[in-house]
């Protein structure tokens, strides 16, 4: 499974972008697909996943109202919306193949599923 993030680059802070996760080879249509992202010296954070089955969503409540997941299945990409962006959503942003639901073993919407990381792509929100 490979995945090409894309969709980064500069934007003014209240304006938006939409950032692409395409998946391919054998097998990429059957995993959930998460977005995370990576401020330098902090954890990565996990801000929306999306499943396969039937499209359910989850985001984190730093993102929830402002940033939107979708799925377009026929071309097996996930798109992350992103809007009325603030300085502080700079940073570079992943997707990669998780659960996205609960377990018995995790509670973790964003546990690992398969390992499976886009390259990030870099959002920049500067005046």
């Known amino acids: 499974v490979q995945l090409q993030a894309s969709g980064g680059g500069l934007v003014q802070p209240g304006g938006s972008l939409r950032l692409s996760c395409a998946a391919s080879g054998p097998t990429s249509d059957t995993y959930a697909i998460g977005w995370f992202r990576h401020f330098p010296g902090k954890e990565r954070e996990g801000l929306a996943c999306?499943?396969?089955?039937?499209?359910?969503?989850y985001y984190s409540e730093s993102v929830k109202g402002r940033f939107t997941i979708s799925r377009n299945n026929a071309r097996n990409t996930v798109f992350l919306q992103m809007n009325s962006l603030k300085r502080e959503d700079t940073a570079v942003y992943y997707c990669a193949t998780v659960l996205c639901r609960r377990t018995s073993y995790s509670n973790d919407y964003y546990f690992p599923d398969g390992g499976y990381w886009g390259q990030g792509t870099l959002v920049t929100v500067s005046s």
């Open positions: 999306i499943s396969s089955s039937d499209g359910t969503t």
